[in-house]
C-alpha cells in the first residue's frame, strides 16, 4: 500500500482570476496544506480562500544561489507530504514549464511510494502564442533556457522560431540575482551572431500578469539586447529568419508511395 501522503501540484496561470482551472480550485481547497510560489496578486486572492496559505517565495533571497532555495522548496513540500498530509503546490504559469521545484518534488515523492501528480496551467508560452500571432507548427519551434543555450553546443536552426527565456539572467553561472548585466548580454549577442545578422528583428515578450495590463512586445534588433530594458521573466523570442529547406530525399519517396496508391497494380 501507498504511505498516506500525496503531493498535487497545480498551475494558476498567468492571469490567476482569468486562467486558474476549476480542477486546481478543487485541489487547492481539498488539501491539508497549501504551498505556493506565484506572484503577489495571485498570493492575496488564493489567501482569501485558503487563509493557512505558505508561501515559498520566503525562501529566495538576493545574494543566495538558487539551486539552494530550489532544494528548499522541494524539502517543504516533502515534509508535508511524509507527515501523511494531502498537499498542495500552488505554481505560476503552469507548473511544469521552466519550473524545477515542481517536476523534482513529484519525482522524489514518487520514489518514496506517495501519490504525486501535475494538473496543467496557463504558461507564458501559451500566452505568447497567442499575444504575438505565432503559431509553433508553422516552422517548428525550438525553447531553452539562456544560460543553458549559452553554455551548450546547441546550434539553432534560423528556419525555426527561437525562444530564450530568463534572458535577463543569461551567463549567471552562481545563480545569484536577478539583475541584467549588459557585459553577459552582449555574450549572447555574439553567440547569436553565429546564426543571426546584427539587425535581425527580435521581440522582447512579457506576458500581462493582470487584466488591465498590456503584454509588452518589445520589437528591436539582436545588437539591441545589451542596453534593453528587462525584468526577471522577460522573455527573448527570435522569428525565423530563412525558410525551411526542402528534403528531396523523403519527399521522392511520399511521392513514390502516393503514385502506387493512386496507380494500383
Same mark, same amino acid.
Given at each position: 500500500m501507498s504511505p498516506a501522503g500525496q503531493l498535487v501540484v497545480v498551475g494558476c496561470g498567468i492571469q490567476l482570476g482569468r486562467h486558474i482551472?476549476?480542477?486546481?480550485?478543487?485541489?487547492?481547497q481539498r488539501a491539508d496544506q497549501v504551498f505556493i510560489l506565484a506572484d503577489d496578486?495571485?498570493?492575496?486572492? +488564493?489567501k482569501a480562500l485558503r487563509p493557512d496559505l505558505i508561501s515559498l517565495s520566503s525562501l529566495y533571497a538576493r545574494d543566495r544561489d538558487r539551486r539552494e532555495t530550489y532544494s528548499d522548496m522541494e524539502s517543504a513540500l516533502l515534509t508535508a507530504v511524509r507527515s501523511c498530509r494531502r498537499?498542495? !503546490?500552488?505554481?505560476? $504559469?503552469? *507548473? $511544469?514549464?521552466?519550473?524545477?521545484? *515542481?517536476? /523534482?518534488?513529484?519525482?522524489? !515523492?514518487? !520514489?518514496e511510494g506517495f501519490a504525486a501528480r501535475m494538473e496543467p496551467g496557463i504558461s507564458t508560452e501559451a500566452c505568447l502564442y497567442a499575444d504575438l500571432g505565432i %503559431?509553433?507548427? &508553422?516552422?517548428g519551434v525550438q525553447s531553452c533556457e539562456t544560460t543553458r543555450f549559452l553554455i551548450s553546443d546547441w546550434p539553432p536552426?534560423?528556419?525555426?522560431? +527561437?525562444?530564450?527565456?530568463?534572458?535577463?539572467?543569461? $551567463?549567471k553561472l552562481d545563480c545569484i540575482g536577478f539583475d541584467p548585466e549588459p557585459e553577459r548580454l552582449r555574450v549572447l549577442v555574439d553567440k547569436l551572431r553565429r546564426w543571426y545578422p546584427a539587425d535581425c528583428p527580435v521581440i522582447l515578450y512579457e506576458a500581462a500578469q493582470l487584466p488591465i495590463e498590456r503584454f509588452r512586445a518589445e520589437r528591436l534588433t539582436?545588437? %539591441?539586447? *545589451?542596453?534593453? @530594458?528587462?525584468?526577471?521573466?522577460?522573455?527573448?523570442?527570435? *522569428? /525565423?529568419?530563412?525558410? +525551411? !529547406?526542402? &528534403? %528531396?530525399?523523403?519527399?521522392?519517396? +511520399? @511521392?513514390k508511395i502516393r503514385s502506387r496508391a493512386q496507380n494500383p497494380v
Open positions: 482551472s476549476s480542477r486546481a480550485l478543487s485541489e487547492i496578486f495571485a498570493q492575496a486572492w +488564493l498537499v498542495c !503546490a500552488v505554481f505560476y $504559469g503552469h *507548473p $511544469g514549464v521552466f519550473a524545477q521545484v *515542481p517536476h /523534482a518534488a513529484i519525482r522524489q !515523492a514518487r !520514489a %503559431d509553433p507548427a &508553422d516552422a536552426n534560423p528556419a525555426a522560431l +527561437l525562444i530564450l527565456w530568463q534572458v535577463a539572467l543569461a $551567463g539582436l545588437s %539591441d539586447l *545589451p542596453e534593453a @530594458r528587462y525584468k526577471e521573466y522577460t522573455t527573448l523570442v527570435i *522569428p /525565423a529568419v530563412e525558410s +525551411l !529547406a526542402a &528534403d %528531396d530525399k523523403v519527399l521522392a519517396r +511520399l @511521392r
